[in-house]
């Protein structure tokens, strides 16, 4: 594998988040740049997994795809494996004696150093390159290959986090809150643009409400979210995702309430509604600060859909709690709810906390909030019966002739439900005015309207 040789052929897969998926694509441009050819990881000479580590779920899952990429090694189809990302993060060069069929870990500071890695494995040995106290983010001048959709794209604005909850490993995972410039942001935006039709900008980070107050010493979101809504350009969506409720301010919500191009979409995770439990999540608001929350967004934001994300069975978490839990999803109605169960992580403080609750319990109470969602999804989405919708494609249907696959405003990419739309000549990036005539469980059936 070498330089002066034929071109190597590198693939990726990327696990875990849109952070994660970003950082991906910022390597694919880093190899790209470096000569690589980038193919699918089938056709690939070498092979990267760009790795999560958050909870016990995404280990299994970053081993499990590791493990079926070294049996690709083993007919010689693969000549090397390089893991990425969240796993060799948070677990070291004790990966090298665990997982051998790797011949290469690198952490989350090391991803534009993967071409020269991947070139070193040919004069053999393994390698595990992992800065201790991660501190890289990346900008507008670095290359990038998007991976998704080429109508939509995922802008990191920020990385790492500040906030310490007690059950979370990513602050030591990704390092210490750090955001891009403002200019950064919105010139990659603009280069994306330049590429062809974007029609959805969906900003992340790790906490996007405490976007800037690094840089400039007071929260810069409202700035960012005003000149992005104010490229005039094409028609265009902006969405913000993973927002920490305790930075979400009177200045934000009345953005979100103003300015058209700005998905009116909260992603609000509040994780437990308990005084006792969110204290011992080390969260920065109470029962009472949420519910305040809420109802200012669902008064001020005409159309508002609360997308919000909880934890059952934290540790010490009671009957009286989960009732409570229980009372809470039931009365606030959110439009989209992920229900997580507890995962104890080894290096968060609530790893030590007694009172750990049984596989079994978590279980049940994860069913039992599931099958309520269940039942709010299909109430809400029978409102929506006979109205028009405006919905973006994103795909056709290979399942269906003339049917095309988009969303609302109010459903993320991946996450979220679909739009199935009846209709010839569409294609993704379009947005349309859809008449409602059916409902599925989380999704919704409907015709164009010309």
């Not at 953005?255 to 909260?266: D, M, P, S, T």
Request: glycine share 8%.
């Amino acid at each position: 594998m070498s330089r002066n040789n034929k071109k190597i052929k590198a693939g990726i897969i990327s696990l875990g988040c849109p952070r994660n998926l970003v950082d991906s694509e910022i390597m694919l441009g880093a190899l790209r740049e470096d000569g690589f050819v980038i193919v699918d990881i089938n056709e690939a000479d070498v092979g990267i997994v760009n790795t999560c580590a958050f909870i016990d779920e995404a280990k299994r899952e970053s081993i499990d795809i590791i493990l079926k990429l070294a049996e690709l090694k083993k007919t010689n189809k693969l000549k090397a494996l390089m893991v990425a990302g969240c796993l060799p993060q948070r677990f070291g060069d004790g990966l090298l004696d665990i997982l051998p069929e790797v011949d290469a870990f690198i952490g989350c500071d090391e991803i534009l150093k993967a071409p020269a890695i991947l070139r070193r494995l040919a004069e053999g040995g393994r390698l595990c390159r992992i800065s201790p106290n991660p501190s890289f983010i990346y900008s507008h001048l670095h290359p990038r290959i998007r991976i998704t959709p080429g109508h939509y794209a995922y802008i990191k604005i920020s990385e790492g986090c500040d906030n310490r909850c007690s059950f979370c490993i990513v602050p030591s995972i990704k390092g210490g809150y750090r955001s891009r410039p403002v200019e950064s942001v919105l010139s990659e935006v603009r280069g994306i643009s330049n590429e062809g039709r974007l029609s959805e900008i969906n900003l992340v980070g790790q906490d996007t409400t405490f976007y800037g107050k690094d840089l400039y010493g007071k929260p810069a979101l409202g700035e960012l979210l005003r000149q992005l809504c104010a490229f005039k350009d094409y028609r265009r969506w902006v969405r913000l995702l993973y927002m920490y409720p305790a930075h979400i301010d009177d200045e934000l919500i009345d953005i979100f309430a103003g300015e058209q191009a700005l998905c009116k979409y909260i992603d609000l995770p509040v994780q437990h509604i308990n005084d006792g439990i969110l204290k011992r999540m080390n969260r920065r608001m109470r029962s009472a600060d949420i519910l305040r929350l809420i109802k200012k967004l669902r008064t001020r934001i005409p159309d508002v859909v609360l997308r919000s994300s909880v934890i059952v069975g934290f540790p010490g978490e009671s009957d009286e709690d989960f009732k409570e839990l229980v009372a809470f999803i039931k009365e606030t109605k959110f439009e989209r709810l992920g229900v997580f169960t507890y995962s104890r992580e080894e290096g968060t403080s609530a790893y030590n906390y007694g009172d750990q609750l049984g596989e079994d319990v978590k279980l049940e109470r994860f069913n039992t909030l599931m099958e309520f969602q269940k039942g709010v999804a299909a109430e809400l989405n029978k409102t929506y019966l006979g109205r028009t919708l405006e919905v973006l494609i994103d795909e056709k249907d290979e399942n269906s002739e003339a049917v095309y696959i988009g969303r609302t405003q109010g459903d993320a990419p991946e996450v979220d439900g679909e739009v199935f739309v009846k209709g010839p000549g569409l294609k993704p990036g379009d947005f349309v005015k859809v008449k409602i005539t059916d409902t599925l469980e989380y999704d919704l059936v409907g015709e164009r309207i010309v």
